[in-house]
C-alpha cells in the first residue's frame, strides 16, 4: 500500500483532527506511505478537491477542533439532478480515485459516513472506516470520539442549571443532542446530576412527570433539572407550524401541569465545537493509527472499533443501516433509578 486518502464526512466533533493526525502521521512515519486529504467529505472526493498531508502539515493539530479537512452531509449514492450530463457521483469518485491511483481510503465518520463506505467498497474501493460522533450510536464500536467531548461540555451546561434554578425555584429543562438516541443526554444528566433524564429509549409520560416534580416540591427540594434527548417521541402536533424541540415542548408541558415556573435550554452546537477531551484525544489518536495498520494489512471492507478497551474491526456491511440505541437495562440506567432519578416511565 502506496497512497492513502482521507476523508471527513457527516456532521463535525472534537478529535476529527486528532484521528486525521493518527491516521496519516502512522501511514508516513511507520509504513512510508503517501497521504492525500479530501476536502468537505465525499463532496471532495467527487469533485477531485484534494491535497496532499505531509508530516509538517499534520503537526500542532490534535487539540483543534472541527476538522482541516472539512466536511458534508453529501450522500453520493442518493441520486441527484444533473448527474447524466457531469456523469454520476459513484463514478466520478471512481475516476478520481484511480487517477489518483489510491491503494487505500480511510472514512473518517458516523452512520451516514460508514453506509456510503460500504458501497464504495462495493464498488472497488478499498474502504476502511473509523467511527466518530458525539452521539455514539454508531453499531459495532463501543466508543466514537466526540463523545466524551459532548459529555463534558453538556454536564458543564448542566451543573450551571442548577444554581439559577434555585435562585428562581423553577424546573430547568435542558435539551441534548444525541440524534435518535440517548447515550449522550444519559451521561451528561448522570453527571450532571439531573432529577429527570428522558431518552429516545424509553417511554415516558406526563402523568409520572408531574408526579415525580410535585413528590420533589413536597419533599422540600425547590428546584429540578430535566434533562431531554432531541430525538425524544412527542406528542402529536396540533399545528403544522415549523417543528418545535423536544425541550420547548416539555417545557411548555411541564409548567401546565404543575404550575411550576419553567424553562427551557437547548444546548445545541456547542455540545459540538472545540478542543477534544483528553479521552477523545487518545480514542481518535489509537482509532487513527489502528485504521493505518488495517491499511497496511489490507484489512480493507472493515471500520476501527473498540470492543471494551480493545481494538477490533468489524465489516462495514455489519455497520451500515445499523444505529446503535441504549439498552433500556443499561447499567448507568439502573444506577441512575438507585439514587431517584426519574426516566419518565413510572416512579424510580
Ligand atoms: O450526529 C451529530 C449531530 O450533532 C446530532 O446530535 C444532531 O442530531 C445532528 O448532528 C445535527 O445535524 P446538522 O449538523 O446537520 O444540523
Not at 59 to 64: K, Q
Request: proline residues 4%; aromatic residues 6%; contains cysteine.
Amino acid at each position: 500500500i502506496k497512497k492513502i486518502g482521507i476523508l471527513t464526512a457527516g456532521g463535525d466533533c472534537p478529535g476529527l483532527n486528532a484521528a486525521i493526525r493518527g491516521v496519516g502521521k502512522t501511514a508516513i512515519l511507520k509504513y512510508g506511505m503517501k497521504v492525500y486529504g479530501f476536502s468537505s467529505g465525499y463532496l471532495g472526493l467527487i469533485n477531485g478537491e484534494y491535497r496532499k498531508l505531509d508530516e509538517k502539515s499534520l503537526s500542532g493539530i490534535l487539540t483543534l477542533g472541527g476538522t482541516i479537512l472539512g466536511t458534508s452531509r453529501e450522500k453520493p449514492f442518493k441520486q441527484g439532478e444533473y448527474e447524466d450530463y457531469i456523469g454520476s457521483k459513484p463514478d466520478r469518485i471512481l475516476e478520481n480515485y484511480d487517477r489518483l491511483g489510491l491503494n487505500a481510503l480511510i472514512c473518517i465518520g458516523g452512520n451516514g459516513t460508514m453506509k456510503t463506505a460500504g458501497k464504495l467498497q462495493e464498488l472497488g474501493l478499498n474502504v476502511i472506516g473509523v467511527p466518530k460522533t458525539i452521539d455514539n450510536d454508531v453499531w459495532g464500536t463501543d466508543m466514537t470520539f466526540g463523545f466524551d467531548s459532548a459529555v463534558n461540555i453538556a454536564t458543564e451546561a448542566i451543573d450551571r442549571m442548577h444554581t439559577t434554578a434555585n435562585s428562581h425555584k423553577r424546573i430547568m429543562v435542558v435539551e441534548v443532542m444525541g440524534h435518535h438516541t440517548g447515550w449522550l443526554t444519559l451521561f451528561s444528566g448522570v453527571a450532571g446530576g439531573g432529577d429527570m433524564i428522558i431518552l429516545p429509549e424509553i417511554d415516558w409520560s406526563p402523568e409520572v412527570l408531574k408526579e415525580y416534580l410535585l413528590r420533589r416540591l413536597d419533599a422540600g427540594k425547590p428546584y429540578s433539572i430535566v434533562v431531554v434527548a432531541e430525538g425524544i417521541k412527542l406528542p402529536k402536533k396540533r399545528s403544522k407550524k415549523k417543528p418545535e424541540s423536544a425541550g420547548a415542548v416539555l417545557a411548555g408541558m411541564i409548567q401546565n401541569l404543575t404550575g411550576i415556573e419553567t424553562r427551557e435550554t437547548i444546548l445545541g452546537y456547542i455540545q459540538r465545537g472545540g478542543t477534544p477531551s483528553p479521552r477523545d484525544r487518545i480514542i481518535a489518536t489509537e482509532l487513527g493509527a489502528y485504521a493505518a495498520g488495517m491499511a497496511a494489512n489490507r484489512e480493507f471492507g472493515r471500520m476501527g472499533a473498540y470492543k471494551g478497551y480493545n481494538l477490533v474491526s468489524v465489516g462495514l456491511d455489519e455497520v451500515a443501516g445499523k444505529i446503535k440505541y441504549v439498552p433500556t437495562d443499561h447499567p448507568l440506567i439502573q444506577h441512575a433509578r438507585s439514587i431517584d432519578t426519574c426516566f419518565g416511565d413510572g416512579m424510580p
